[in-house]
Nanobody, 125 residues
Framework: QVQLVESGGGLVQAGGSLRLSCAAPGRTFSSYVMGWFRQAPGKEREFVAAIGWNSDSAYYADFVKGRFTVSRDNAKNTVYLQMNSLKSEDTAVYYC??????????????????WGQGTQVTVSS
């Protein structure tokens, strides 16, 4: 079992930045693909970004390309999502998730085995 804990959400004005963190206390997840998803009220959970186990590769949803950056520090068992140029439509609960290496390249929530509890991001216009 992998426990994931997100932090860093909050209220920010449009154009601002936030950095989300996802920690896996007491467990190494260096072999997992780590992803970020988000879910706005009344909408389905959608893929945001994912990073490979060696940090050399990452891929993003089109709507965050150039604005969000995913990174990881395996020594700290922590994954980050740096969010810049935030827009009101980025308002959602953001979740981190872990998947086995075979899930690399996929974007569906069902491909991920472990989830955090989510952190709220609210962008005011």
């Amino acid at each position: 079992q992998v426990q994931l804990v997100e932090s860093g959400g909050g209220l920010v004005q449009a154009g601002g930045s936030l950095r989300l963190s996802c920690a896996a206390p007491g467990r190494t997840f260096s072999s997992y693909v780590m992803g970020w998803f988000r879910q706005a009220p009344g909408k389905e959970r959608e893929f945001v970004a994912a990073i490979g186990w060696n940090s050399d590769s990452a891929y993003y949803a089109d709507f965050v390309k150039g604005r969000f950056t995913v990174s990881r520090d395996n020594a700290k068992n922590t994954v980050y999502l740096q969010m810049n140029s935030l827009k009101s439509e980025d308002t959602a609960v953001y979740y981190c998730a872990a998947a086995p290496p075979r899930a690399w390249g996929r974007r569906g929530p069902n491909d991920y085995d472990y989830w955090g509890q989510g952190t709220q991001v609210t962008v005011s216009s």
